[in-house]
């Protein structure tokens, strides 16, 4: 904080972020178009490498859809068994919402996400559709070549937007900035989980939304005085039930959800909501090419999800360890409705909870929910057992 | 009920349906004995699937989808469904993985016998997302089974690039093909292997010959509920096999006998001839009520010509051939082009040319709850396909083996107020698009 400028709560600064991440218009992108006369890259929720788009001089823009807004148009495109996201995706495409978007990248992260990146070809011939995969193969010789050719015909085609070449110096000077982003993030994590009520994942989870609208610099600088003011703040210090939440990493629950899983007693210690955000949260190597560095990463570096197939791994392990890590008492799965992945998965990660007596709940969401209470009795109840649990044992 | 099982009796089986049943039955039961017989067991997928590699080292196929339309079709799947569902698996997914859990957990195949445990999960991951975790569940089942991982990329931009070809060759040889070797306990024999892709592609001329038979007036098969007989053989263990071989010159003899006599197929409702629509289908059938389901067509005279689900094995009738030359190059490439990994515009296309190929008067997506590869985008492909043809689209909706999502009433009422649009178009009037009558 600059000397004469009175320092910001958390609080308000969440306030800001919570507007610029739930702007479904993109309002800080027009803006940013605007000052710069720059180009942007729209990426759906899960994982894609921003360095790339960076490198191409370009602003990453995370679109994760939104439960905010009416659906006129996009339900006409999905049929009901599927979840939501994809229609709120729809609807802000043809509503012109994401018209300060050059490109979209659809990475592989399930069947709906891949024929959305069709159905963007059709809807919106004019636009640069990229769909980006991801390699299941784990030898660095074939899936991390693959990879690697995967993510410098993304360089490419993203060049052809912005005129940028993708230089192998720009891409490392775009892995060691994100780097330092993920310092910061990292940071915050760690306090989330050292001290949960002076960083309530509602806040910290608006801050994370707000960073898939902004340039990087802006936002690492939000994260850095979020961090001071959570630091600095002498919030009180309630006997909640820690808990992991998991299964929310594409569709995102709304922000009331997330409010009232804490109003009903649990400190979120740990989540994979907006997993693009923090699926890699290790600083990566500045050494070598750096295609292969970013390819290299997916395998070394990057979170347990259910999109990503790992050989041997013994699912729910990476769950088991981070609740331990992280010394939350319990795990609350939020996936999305009709989410495959995260359903599909869910029965094997409690699984694994159960072997190791670590206690779980769950529900189902869509984007758009707006009724609370029943999710506030169920997380209600479930911390209350916790406690009961922990005093009795 | 009893009705029906009239009906099944009166209704002449083809010979080729009954050759067909024959392979498959017989298949069930090498598969119940194949650990007496020392036969080493790997499932897999029938999208991308490796039939010839398999066959070359001697070892045994499950594929778990046929096990779940089987089970689908001998009305055994509720209670499976049931018995995931009991055990934790939610409502909202895939029907076929929670077939599949469901007849592991009680222990009996569809037939009634029991399908062996895998010694190998041979994932060969072509177009759908949801075969990884199923085979992540059924590694979870059973543990000491080997995984092999076949990753095949996505045609997100509606081609194979070199790249993509390079590595599914590079994961064969360093990876499929090794831990197949470790598994017998024997080198691959490429010449055999080539052999057996001689007698696919000999095959898959004759599949090809059938399915264009239908551009002929009245057309002698239904593409879409008699082509799921057709293509049980070639998509399962029958591919490079002597057996496939000789079942697809009977079919084509068969075929070429009806076209002679100007005969259509025989449906559930006897031999179709007064053919009055042309459709070509969108979308995997459902098998819990599946006479049912064909016979809501045969009454009103309709007869499939072509469909996109009896290409989810290979686009053989767009050219591609396994290629003997090139065994694993040919492997990767039938891999890469099976439907289900064509991006949205490709499979746009495809239905379109169809439509005007095979002079269609419908085109009928049946939207499946389970399955969002095919069913996610289908309504913007209805549309597209109808900007491109002016052929007019129905849809209509249910499940592949949950009979709790098979409305007939409700797609029986859809289907009949498509078949009259249909007709008044014939005769001139009527409403232009399924807009208008859905
Ligand atoms: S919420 Fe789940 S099913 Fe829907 S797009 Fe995301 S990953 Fe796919
Ligand atoms: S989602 Fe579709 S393709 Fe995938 S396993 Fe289920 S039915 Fe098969």
Redesign the pocket.
């Known amino acids: 904080m600059e000397k004469g400028h009175t320092m910001r709560t958390p609080e308000q600064i969440a306030e800001q972020c919570e507007q610029i991440a739930l702007d479904d218009h993109l309002g800080e992108v027009t803006k940013w178009r605007e000052e710069t006369g720059g180009h942007a890259a729209g990426h759906l929720p899960v994982y894609t490498p921003r360095e790339v788009i960076d490198a191409a001089g370009m602003l990453p823009v995370g679109v994760v859809g939104s439960g905010e807004m009416e659906i006129i148009r996009g339900d006409a495109y999905f049929q009901s068994y599927i979840c939501h996201l994809p229609r709120s995706v729809v609807e802000m495409g043809l509503t012109g919402r994401l018209d300060s978007l050059d490109a979209m990248i659809f990475p592989a992260t399930c ?1 709906v996400i891949r024929n959305l990146s069709g159905m963007w070809k059709l809807l919106f011939p004019e636009k640069l559709v990229h769909y980006l995969d991801v390699p299941h193969n784990h030898d660095p010789e074939v899936g991390g070549v693959f990879y690697a050719g995967e993510l410098r015909r993304l360089a490419k085609d993203l060049s052809k937007i912005s005129g940028v070449e993708v230089t192998d110096d720009a891409l490392r000077t775009a892995i060691e900035k994100r780097n330092e982003s993920r310092r910061l993030m990292r940071k915050l994590f760690d306090l989330r989980s050292d001290s949960p009520e002076k960083v309530p994942t509602s806040e910290l989870y608006v801050l994370m939304r707000a960073g898939f609208q902004m340039p990087q610099d802006a936002h690492d600088a939000l994260v850095k005085e979020y961090y001071e003011a959570a630091l600095a703040s002498s919030r009180p210090e309630f006997d909640n039930a820690r808990v992991v939440v998991i299964g929310s990493f594409c569709e995102q629950p709304p922000i009331g959800l997330i409010r009232t899983l804490e109003k009903a007693g649990c400190y979120i210690v740990d989540d994979d909501l907006l997993l693009g955000a923090h699926f890699i949260l290790d600083d990566l190597e500045l050494e070598g090419d750096p295609f292969t560095t970013l390819a290299k990463s997916w395998f070394d570096h990057a979170r347990s999800m259910p999109s990503r197939f790992v050989p041997d791994e013994v699912k729910g392990e990476y769950l088991v360890q981070l609740t331990k890590k992280r010394q939350a008492e319990g795990v609350i799965f939020a996936a999305p409705s009709f989410c ?1 992945p995260a359903l599909l998965e869910q029965p094997m990660l409690q699984d694994a909870l159960e072997r190791a007596g670590i206690a779980h709940t769950s529900f189902k969401y869509a984007e758009n929910n707006g009724q609370f209470h029943p999710i506030l009795e169920q997380a209600g109840t479930f911390t209350d057992s916790i406690k009961l649990w922990s005093e009795a044992s | 009920m009893t009705e029906k099982k009239k009906d099944e009796k009166e209704i002449p089986k083809e010979p080729s349906m009954i050759r067909q049943k024959e392979l498959i039955s017989g298949y069930y039961d090498e598969l119940a004995t194949a650990k007496e017989d020392g036969k080493k067991v790997v499932y897999t ?1 029938v ?1 991308g699937n490796l039939a010839e590699l398999l066959a070359a080292f001697d070892v045994l196929p499950v594929l778990p ?1 046929i096990n779940a339309l089987q089970s689908g079709m001998r009305k055994r799947s509720r209670d499976y469904i049931a018995t995931a569902e009991k055990s934790g698996h939610s409502e909202d997914v ?1 029907t ?2 929670k077939c599949d859990l469901g007849m592991m957990e009680q222990g009996i195949g569809p037939t009634g016998k029991p399908i062996p445990e895998p010694d190998m999960l041979l994932l060969s991951y072509t ?5 990884m975790k ?1 085979f992540e569940l059924l590694k979870e089942r059973f543990p000491k089974a080997e995984v092999a991982m076949l990753h095949v990329p996505y045609q997100g931009d509606g081609e194979i690039t070199k790249e993509m070809r390079d590595y599914t060759v590079k994961q064969l040889e360093t990876e499929i093909v090794p831990k197949l070797e470790k598994l017998t306990g024997k080198k691959l024999d490429r010449d055999r292997l080539k052999e057996l892709l001689v007698r696919s592609a000999e095959a898959e001329e004759d599949l090809v010959w059938t399915w264009e038979a239908a551009k002929h007036r009245p057309s002698p098969i239904d593409g879409y509920f008699g082509g799921v007989f057709y293509i049980g053989p070639i998509f399962t263990a029958f591919r490079g096999t002597q057996e496939g071989v000789d079942y697809y010159r009977l079919l084509r003899q068969e075929v070429q006998a009806r076209i002679d006599a100007h005969e259509g197929p025989i449906t559930p409702r006897g031999q179709l001839n007064d053919q009055k629509f042309r459709i070509v289908v969108e979308g ?1 059938p459902n098998w819990t009520s599946f006479r049912d389901f064909w016979s809501m067509f045969a009454d009103e005279g309709a007869v499939c010509v072509a469909s996109t689900y009896t290409r989810v094995g290979g686009l053989y009738d767009q050219g591609f051939r396994h290629d003997p030359d090139d065994i694993m190059g040919t492997m990767a490439d039938y891999c890469l082009g099976c439907y ?1 990994n064509l991006n949205l515009p490709q499979r746009t296309k495809l239905i379109a040319k169809y439509c005007e190929e095979y002079e269609a008067d419908g085109f009928i997506a049946h939207s ?1 709850k ?5 069913s996610a985008g289908q309504l913007l492909m209805l549309r597209e396909v109808e900007k491109m043809t002016g052929v007019p689209g129905g849809f209509i909706e249910s499940d ?1 083996v949950d009979p709790r999502y098979f409305s007939a009433a409700n797609i029986k009422n859809r289907l009949e107020s498509y078949f009259q649009m249909l007709a008044q178009r014939k005769t001139g009037g009527g409403a232009k698009s399924m807009e208008a009558v859905l």
């Not at chain 2, 177009?127 to 075969?131: A, L, P, Q, R, S």
């Open positions: 069947d495959d | 997928f999208p989808e895939c076929y993985v177009g759908c997302f949801t075969f199923w995997p289900t499946v389970s399955c969002n590869s095919f592949l």
